[in-house]
């Protein structure tokens, strides 16, 4: 079966610019979390998405934001681009509590 | 104060040693425990949960201490392949969420020939 898959693995944009990253669960989970991971950092938390509802917010500010579609894929979109959001972004999918398996990431680099 | 606080290292040791690492969390609502292990540039993989019985997985053990809200993770015989970053991970639930993993910053394991 496949793993975790996100789209795209890189991407380059400059502030101020809009960006949708994508994530497919393995197959049967339900569940779907975004997380984003800054260089000499943990993985902190995002969204975490259940059955196509929002289940959990991290402490971001407005500008992003997330939604899972009825397949249980998920996008996550950032407007208004800072220097600061550029990082390693992660999708986990789940299908019980605490068990999440991540995807590769998207790796977001803002200039 | 961090939620979940590691040491973060590097820990440098030779091939064959034995190597601890340790993790505090704050949160008491904390419900599950993982050791996850990430290589440079790549995704978080799960290494093993943590139970309060302490677990064991071949050269890796595990052990969690609920009144010092502590997570240990030991790593006996080092192999060249266990040079990686180590995440010490909690679940805590919230309302109808299936739980937010937060992690700490990761300890960062090389083990030299």
């Known amino acids: 079966d496949a793993g975790v898959t996100q789209s795209p693995t890189h991407l380059i944009k400059t502030r101020g610019q809009h960006v949708t990253l994508r994530c497919s669960p393995i197959s049967g989970h339900k569940s779907v979390s975004w997380y984003q991971q800054v260089l000499g950092q943990g993985p902190q938390f995002i969204f975490q998405y259940y059955e196509k509802e929002e289940r959990g917010r991290g402490n971001f500010p407005d500008r992003f934001s997330a939604r899972q579609f009825p397949n249980y894929s998920s996008e996550l979109n950032v407007n208004a681009l800072l220097l600061g959001d550029s990082a390693l972004y992660l999708c986990?999918?789940?299908?019980?509590?605490?068990?999440?398996?991540f995807g590769p990431g998207t790796r977001l680099t803002v200039l | 104060r961090k939620e979940v606080e590691q040491d973060p290292g590097p820990f440098n040791v030779p091939e064959g040693a034995t190597v601890a690492f340790n993790c505090t969390y704050s949160n008491s609502a904390s419900q599950s425990f993982f050791w996850y292990r990430q290589d440079c540039r790549k995704e978080p993989k799960l290494l093993m949960s943590v139970y309060s019985s302490g677990n064991e997985d071949g050269r890796f053990t595990a052990q969690l201490n609920r009144a010092s809200q502590y997570i240990s993770l030991l790593i006996r015989d080092s192999k060249l392949s266990d040079s990686a970053t180590y995440l010490c991970v909690v679940n805590i639930r919230y309302g109808g969420s299936q739980g937010n993993l937060i992690f700490g910053k990761g300890t960062k394991l090389s083990v030299k020939p």
């Open positions: 986990a999918s789940s299908l019980v509590m605490g068990e999440q398996f």
